[in-house]
C-alpha cells in the first residue's frame, strides 16, 4: 500500500471542500506529523484528531535524535518551515509520497528526486476510484478554486470541463 504524507495546506484544502473522509478511504496510508497537525486551527484539528483516534490517520512524532535532524535541514533551506522538514523527513525516512501545496517546499522535494503530489492528484485519485460522482467533484474543485486561487487554475479547468459531461 502506498504510504503518503501531507503538509497541512493538504488537510485544509480538503476539509474545506468535504473531501477528507474520501480521501481517507482511497487505498493509501495517510500520514503526517505532529508539526502539521499544530498549525490546524481548533475546528480542524478536532476533526482530524477523530480520524486519528479511529487509526485512519497515522501521526509521525519526532523523537529528540529526529528533532534535531529535522531543525539541522530546517537551518539548510531557512524559507521552508520547520513543518515542511517533518513531512520532508518522514517521508524520506518511510520511503513515502510527499503531499502540499506549497510551491516552494514541492520544488525542494523535486530536487531531491522525492515523490510528490498535490491536492488535485488527491481529486483525480477520488475521481479514478469512482468515490464521488463526476459532477460533484467537478463542484467540490469549482468551490475549492475559489478558496484556494494558488491551484493551477488550467489543470483545475481541464478537469471542472472534463467531469461535468
Known amino acids: 500500500m502506498k504510504v503518503v504524507i501531507s503538509d497541512t495546506n493538504i488537510f485544509i484544502d480538503l476539509l474545506s471542500v ?54 539541522h535541514l530546517q537551518r539548510s533551506k531557512p524559507n521552508l518551515s520547520i513543518e515542511d522538514f517533518s513531512v520532508f523527513y518522514f517521508a524520506k525516512k518511510n520511503d513515502a509520497v510527499i503531499l502540499t501545496g506549497d510551491k516552494a517546499f514541492r520544488t525542494f522535494v523535486e530536487k531531491k528526486k ?41 489543470e483545475c479547468k481541464k478537469r471542472i470541463t472534463s467531469w461535468r459531461k
Do not use: C, Y
Not at 515523490?115 to 485519485?125: A, I, M, N, R, T
Not at 460533484?136 to 478554486?145: D, F, G, H, I, N
Open 18 to 71: 468535504d473531501l477528507l473522509d474520501a480521501f481517507l478511504e482511497l487505498p493509501i496510508e495517510v500520514q503526517t506529523t505532529d508539526f502539521v497537525l499544530m498549525e490546524l486551527n481548533h475546528e480542524q484539528l478536532s476533526i482530524i484528531e477523530s480520524k486519528i483516534e479511529l487509526n485512519i490517520i497515522k501521526v509521525n512524532s519526532a523523537d529528540e535524535n529526529e528533532l534535531e535532524e529535522i531543525t
Open 114 to 154: 522525492m515523490d510528490v503530489k498535490g491536492v488535485l492528484w488527491v481529486f483525480d485519485e477520488i475521481e479514478k476510484n469512482a468515490m464521488i460522482k463526476s459532477r460533484e467533484l467537478a463542484e467540490s474543485l469549482e468551490k475549492l478554486t475559489r478558496i484556494n486561487p494558488r491551484l493551477p487554475k488550467e
